[in-house]
């Protein structure tokens, strides 16, 4: 595929993008001009070491936070310097977000956990959208093999069953892109292959767009697409995933 063609399949794109925290004596360059396009409906992994910007990387795609400087292009518009107001309309309508840590509301039941991104587009609608979205949120429950434990709060799941409610809650909205960031750290080797199995099943059933930050080199073998960043910088060539290089070579 020639870069034009892959310029214009690109869903999310960083251009010279880098990424600077300072504590008003030093400065710190977390991310330095790093150039990435983000096909629509691939799955993309990145990896590499602890502190090379992964997860920087990650929030600048996802408008969680801005770069310093740079440009991040999602469906051809550049929210760089978007208010923060617009970047958490985008984040919301558009993007769903997987975490290590599940960030499951503890009071909450599964089904209110996975309903929280619907509830938060916006009082006004929610009345008009709640009927649809809940029956979205029992389905996604139930693709995600949790639709016994909807009435149960994260203290009587399991960690595999929190990150499946973690992974629902970001599709009820339907995004875009899911933003996975290291989705199986906390899991052992039999929960992560569920997971892995389940990001892959999602994707090819549901189109989304994946993003997934890793250490987990089965979970990026998985992937379409691998690239790795090296202080701060993505390697010059994308790596390729085991099961495309098999099939290359096979």
Not at 232 to 239: H, K, L, T, V
């Amino acid at each position: 595929m020639s870069s034009a063609q892959r310029k214009d399949d690109a869903i999310l794109r960083a251009e010279g993008v880098a990424k600077e925290y300072s504590d008003g004596e030093s400065v710190l360059r977390v991310l330095a001009c790093v150039d990435i396009d983000v096909r629509r409906g691939e799955a993309l992994a990145v990896t590499g070491k602890s502190g090379t910007g992964k997860s920087t990387l990650l929030h600048l795609l996802g408008l969680i936070d801005s770069p310093t400087s740079g440009t991040i292009l999602f469906e051809g518009a550049d929210f760089a310097g978007a208010s923060a107001e617009e970047r958490a309309r985008i984040r919301n309508r558009k993007f769903g977000f997987v975490f290590q840590a599940y960030h499951l509301v503890a009071e909450l039941t599964a089904l209110e956990n996975v309903l929280l991104p619907a509830m938060m587009v916006g009082v006004l609608d929610w009345r008009r959208v709640a009927s649809g979205r809940r029956t979205r949120a029992l389905s996604l429950l139930d693709e995600v093999g949790l639709a016994d434990r909807a009435g149960h709060r994260p203290s009587r799941l399991s960690g595999g069953e929190r990150q499946r409610v973690a992974i629902a809650r970001a599709l009820v909205n339907e995004p875009e892109v899911l933003f996975c960031d290291e989705p199986t750290g906390n899991l052992d080797e039999a929960t992560s292959e569920a997971i892995h199995q389940l990001l892959g099943r999602l994707q090819k059933e549901h189109g989304v767009t994946q993003v997934i930050v890793t250490h987990d080199r089965d979970l990026a073998d998985q992937a379409d697409r691998v690239v790795k960043i090296e202080a701060g910088r993505i390697r010059p060539q994308d790596g390729a995933p085991a099961h495309a290089r098999t099939g290359a070579e096979g």
